[in-house]
C-alpha cells in the first residue's frame, strides 16, 4: 500500500534518461535548485521508494517518483509560505537599494554583495529575502534569475545567481566540484590568538535538529569531510581577537563557524556555536563573518573573479582595534 503522504508519478518513456532535476523544474517551472536539494537532504523525494541524494540521477521510463505532499506544495508556489502570507509589495526604494548592492553582472551571472540580516530564502518570521526581489533583476532577460548556492542571514558578502535556467545548471556543477571549479574566500575576525600564521581545519561535519534548532556538530564517524584553510592577517593584544582569510575546500553548513569553534577560536559575536566566549566588550553584537572573494575557473571559457568589499562595520572594528587590511593583499592564489 501507497504512502499517502506522497504523490507518485510514473515515468512516461518521452523521460527517459532525464536528470532528475531537470525533471522537475519541467512540471515545476517556479522551483529552483536550492528548493531541489533542500528536499532531497529533507528525504522528501524517492524513486522506486528509495531515497535519493543526487539530483543529476537519470531517470528511466517506469520508476515511480514520489514527492512529499508538503514539498509538492512549496514547489508548485515556492514564492508563498503555507501560511497564506499576503502578497509582498516592494517599493521603489527597496528594488534601487537591492540593484545597488550589485557588484558585477555579465550576460550569465549577477553577483550581489548582500547585507548582514538580509536572508536567502524565505523562512519563518523571514518576511522578504533576497530570492523575493530576484524578479526585480531581470534587466534585458525574459526569466528570472535563479538562486544556485546560500549564505546565512547574517554572514554578509558574495552572493550569485544565475540569469536564466541553463546558466543555473551550469553553475550548480560548478558549485558541486567546489575544490576543482570555485575558490570561496572568506574574511572573518575570531577570538583568541592563534598558534601558527596559517593552517588546515580537517574536522568531519554533520547537522542535527535538536529541539527544533538545527546546528552542525564535529563528528568524526558519522560526519561528513569538511576542510577549511586559513591565513591570520592581524591581531589585536588589547581585545584579543584574530582577523583572519579562510578558504573552504568544502561547502558544509555553518562549516567555518563550526571548524574555528572547534579549534578554540570562535567568530566574534558567534552566539551559536561561540557562546559567551564570542563576545568582545566594545565590539558589538553583530557576526563577523564576509564571503570577500569568489573565484570562477574556466566558466564558458573565462576565469571570472568578484570581490565583495567588507561592509562598514567590519571595517570600523578593524579601525577600533588598531588591524590594517590591504585590499590588494593576495590571498590563496
Known sequence: MKDSRYKTIIIEDKYESLRLDRFLSSIFPNVNNILIQKALRNKDILINDKLIKNSGIKLNSGDELSISNFISKIFNNPKKDLNNKKDLVF????VEKIKNLIVYKDDAIIAINKPFGLAVQSGTKIEKSLNDYLKFLKFENEENPRLIHRIDKDTTGILI???NRKVSEELNEFFKEKDNKLDKIYLTIAVGRFN?????????LIKKVENGVEKVYKD???GKKALTLYKVIGYSQKYNITFLAVKILTGRTHQIRVHLKEIGHPILCDGKYGGKKSFVEGL???LFLHSYILRIKNFRGKNIEIKANLPEKFKSTLKIVNI????NLSLFE
Open 91 to 94: 517599493t521603489d526604494k527597496e
Open 161 to 163: 545567481v544565475g540569469r
Open 196 to 204: 601558527q600564521n596559517e593552517g588546515v581545519i580537517d574536522c568531519p
Open 220 to 222: 568524526e564517524q558519522n
Open 284 to 286: 558589538g553584537d553583530k
Open 324 to 327: 590594517k587590511f590591504n585590499e
